[in-house]
């Protein structure tokens, strides 16, 4: 029996198990999965929380639901991987051997990364919305809040979801206008990008949007510190910025495990092949998901796109061929834009997010880098696609690469 | 100075106006580069940091980030963002004649 290993059974990881158990011999193949929880989040719905548009019980199954009935499940913390010996040592002092390894351990927030995100203010006046504790903690702190200044800060680059910051303070628009008190709301979009998003052309237009929403805007701020006693975000070059509540969202990591099994670069991501998602350093080892440390989005649609890549390489490799299909970068975002509407942008490592229709060119329904209805609907629709086509494995009706075909140049 | 930076002006360059080949790039036109950032002058502490991102992207193929510099430059954060003022690896890296780091997407 070969031996196919997955540490981490997030978004990527339980995609990955799906596809490749229909793919793999059952009288060959021996399949292990490992994660330290029992509960799958469906993290996209974590921004809605705090605005009360859903509650913990939105987001939550337990992953077991989603594992193949015959493949070997093993709840617990990893201790490290040593690729050199082909194993991974369990914190409960089991050890597991592979002929193939999948790492999709993901990416965390590390608030403690900034002096003085945890001194005391930690879930009282600053938050994250990346945790389901943080978000639950932040839509109990709205519910009761009258208004004053409101920092959303983006810590450092790469974040998980980089479009989501922008979705928060569009919908903290919408949601403190429906309560009555958006007159009392400063909303500040605080990021050390030199605009409102990664890529140019997205970046004019959804700065525009922040204008047009009354969304102040101030960019190429780096976060050195908090200050508790004067309640400010403070950059390395000494400007302070006023809050008092504060939205952050910390420095994103790769697990702990990576960096202790000496895989890691400075943020314990994995130095992974952009192309074949192939680990840059071990042949029978890939990386799948937030834990590469790619220069595409970290996103549940970016690692679905891996997934389909990665599937047909997996089967390559195994098969003694070389990896042929090669990962573009593409990324699919619905953005929630406030008062039911949504944007969407469809982009690669090439290509930057442009205007058009989508998936069907000319026709869409869904319409790129404008605000609609339609997007929205889209949005919502998402969640039980996930749940039903995506973690599953099963067929969604968009490309794994990026078409041109209705964008406008 | 006018000499130089119509040196800089003939360089070829990418989208984000780094000079596509690193061969073209001399300690003059580092100067050069530097006044267009708004650094009139490069010390001592500014060639440290340039130096090393040079070294390091002959060994690794990238700029290093500016986690990395932090931790092997020598050279602390606070004194980076003070040298190179709102974008220390990006701007380093320009200086130095190198792609934008792939970090900073």
Same mark, same amino acid.
């Given at each position: 029996?070969?031996?196919?290993?997955?540490?981490?059974?997030?978004?990527?990881?339980t995609?990955?198990?799906?596809?490749? /158990?229909g793919m793999?011999?059952?009288n060959?193949?021996q399949?292990?999965i =490992?994660?330290?929880?029992?509960? /799958?989040?469906?993290?996209?719905?974590?921004?809605?929380?705090?605005?009360?548009?859903? @509650?913990?019980?939105?987001?939550?199954?337990?992953?077991?639901?989603?594992?193949p009935?015959?493949?070997?499940?093993?709840?617990?913390?990893?201790?490290k991987?040593?690729?050199?010996?082909?194993?991974?040592?369990?914190?409960?002092?089991?050890?597991l051997?592979?002929?193939?390894?999948?790492?999709?351990?993901?990416?965390?927030?590390?608030?403690?990364?900034?002096?003085?995100?945890?001194?005391g203010?930690?879930?009282?006046?600053?938050?994250d919305?990346?945790?389901? *504790?943080?978000?639950?903690?932040?839509g109990n702190?709205?519910?009761?809040?009258?208004?004053?200044?409101? =920092?959303?800060n983006?810590?450092e680059m790469?974040?998980?979801?980089p479009?989501?910051?922008?979705?928060?303070? +569009?919908?903290?628009?919408w949601?403190?206008t429906e309560?009555?008190?958006?007159?009392?709301?400063?909303?500040h979009?605080?990021?050390?990008?030199?605009?409102?998003? @990664?890529? %140019?052309?997205?970046?004019?237009?959804?700065?525009?949007f922040?204008?047009?929403?009354?969304?102040?805007?101030t960019?190429?701020?780096?976060?050195?510190?908090v200050?508790? *006693?004067?309640?400010?975000?403070?950059?390395?070059?000494?400007?302070?910025?006023?809050?008092?509540?504060?939205?952050?969202?910390?420095?994103?990591?790769?697990d702990?495990?990576?960096?202790?099994?000496?895989?890691?670069d400075?943020?314990?991501f994995?130095? @992974?092949d952009k192309?074949?998602?192939?680990s840059?350093?071990?042949n029978?080892?890939?990386?799948?998901?937030?834990a590469?440390?790619? %220069?595409?989005?970290?996103a549940?649609?970016?690692?679905h796109f891996?997934?389909?890549?990665?599937t047909?390489?997996f089967?390559n490799v195994?098969?003694?061929?070389? %990896?042929s299909?090669?990962?573009?970068?593409?990324?699919n975002?619905?953005?929630?834009?406030?008062?039911?509407?949504?944007i969407?942008?469809? +982009?690669?490592?090439?290509?930057?997010p442009?205007?058009g229709?989508? %998936?069907?060119?000319?026709?869409?329904?869904?319409?790129?880098?404008?605000?609609?209805?339609?997007?929205?609907?889209?949005?919502?629709?998402?969640?039980?696609?996930?749940?039903?086509?995506?973690?599953?494995?099963l067929?969604?009706p968009?490309?794994?690469?990026?078409?041109?075909a209705?964008?406008?140049? | 100075?006018?000499?130089? #930076?119509?040196?800089?002006?003939?360089?070829?360059?990418?989208?984000?106006?780094?000079?596509k080949?690193? &061969?073209?790039?001399n300690?003059?036109?580092? !100067?050069?580069? #530097?006044?267009?950032?708004?650094?009139p002058v490069?010390t001592?502490?500014?060639?440290?940091?340039? !130096?090393?991102?040079?070294?390091?992207?002959?060994?690794?193929?990238? #700029?290093p980030?500016i986690?990395?510099?932090? $931790?092997? &430059?020598?050279?602390?954060?606070?004194?980076?963002?003070?040298?190179?003022?709102?974008?220390?690896?990006? $701007?380093?890296?320009?200086?130095?004649?190198?792609?934008k780091?792939?970090?900073?997407?």
């Amino acid at each position: 029996m070969k031996k196919l290993l997955i540490l981490g059974a997030g978004t990527a990881g339980t995609m990955m198990l799906n596809k490749l /158990h229909g793919m793999l011999d059952k009288n060959e193949w021996q399949i292990t999965i =490992v994660d330290q929880c029992e509960t /799958h989040y469906y993290q996209p719905g974590f921004l809605f929380i705090p605005f009360g548009i859903y @509650t913990k019980k939105d987001v939550v199954k337990p992953k077991r639901d989603f594992f193949p009935s015959d493949v070997d499940v093993i709840i617990s913390e990893i201790d490290k991987i040593e690729p050199e010996q082909n194993r991974v040592l369990l914190k409960n002092n089991v050890v597991l051997t592979y002929d193939y390894l999948i790492i999709a351990t993901g990416a965390k927030i590390n608030p403690a990364q900034t002096e003085g995100m945890k001194d005391g203010q930690w879930h009282k006046s600053i938050f994250d919305f990346y945790t389901i *504790e943080g978000a639950c903690a932040l839509g109990n702190f709205f519910k009761h809040w009258k208004g004053g200044k409101l =920092v959303v800060n983006i810590t450092e680059m790469p974040i998980k979801c980089p479009v989501a910051p922008l979705e928060f303070v +569009f919908l903290a628009d919408w949601y403190f206008t429906e309560r009555g008190i958006r007159d009392n709301v400063d909303i500040h979009f605080v990021t050390p990008l030199p605009g409102a998003f @990664t890529k %140019p052309r997205a970046s004019s237009i959804l700065g525009d949007f922040l204008n047009k929403k009354n969304i102040l805007l101030t960019t190429e701020f780096n976060i050195a510190r908090v200050d508790n *006693e004067k309640k400010a975000i403070v950059s390395w070059d000494e400007t302070e910025i006023p809050f008092d509540v504060l939205v952050t969202i910390p420095t994103n990591m790769g697990d702990e495990i990576i960096a202790r099994s000496g895989m890691g670069d400075e943020l314990n991501f994995v130095p @992974t092949d952009k192309g074949t998602l192939r680990s840059l350093n071990y042949n029978n080892v890939f990386v799948l998901g937030d834990a590469t440390n790619l %220069p595409s989005s970290k996103a549940g649609s970016v690692a679905h796109f891996q997934a389909d890549i990665l599937t047909e390489n997996f089967m390559n490799v195994i098969e003694g061929r070389e %990896p042929s299909e090669k990962f573009d970068g593409h990324a699919n975002c619905f953005i929630e834009s406030g008062f039911g509407k949504g944007i969407l942008i469809d +982009f690669n490592y090439e290509t930057e997010p442009l205007p058009g229709k989508f %998936p069907l060119p000319g026709v869409g329904p869904f319409s790129l880098l404008e605000e609609t209805k339609m997007n929205h609907y889209g949005k919502v629709m998402f969640r039980w696609m996930y749940w039903n086509f995506l973690l599953k494995g099963l067929e969604m009706p968009i490309e794994s690469h990026m078409s041109m075909a209705g964008k406008r140049m | 100075m006018t000499t130089v #930076a119509t040196e800089t002006k003939t360089l070829e360059r990418d989208a984000d106006g780094h000079i596509k080949n690193i &061969s073209d790039w001399n300690e003059q036109i580092a !100067n050069a580069l #530097a006044l267009e950032e708004g650094i009139p002058v490069l010390t001592e502490r500014h060639w440290a940091v340039i !130096n090393f991102m040079r070294k390091e992207f002959q060994e690794k193929g990238d #700029a290093p980030s500016i986690r990395r510099l932090t $931790k092997e &430059s020598g050279v602390e954060t606070k004194e980076l963002y003070a040298l190179f003022p709102k974008g220390p690896a990006k $701007k380093a890296a320009k200086i130095a004649g190198l792609p934008k780091p792939k970090g900073c997407i």
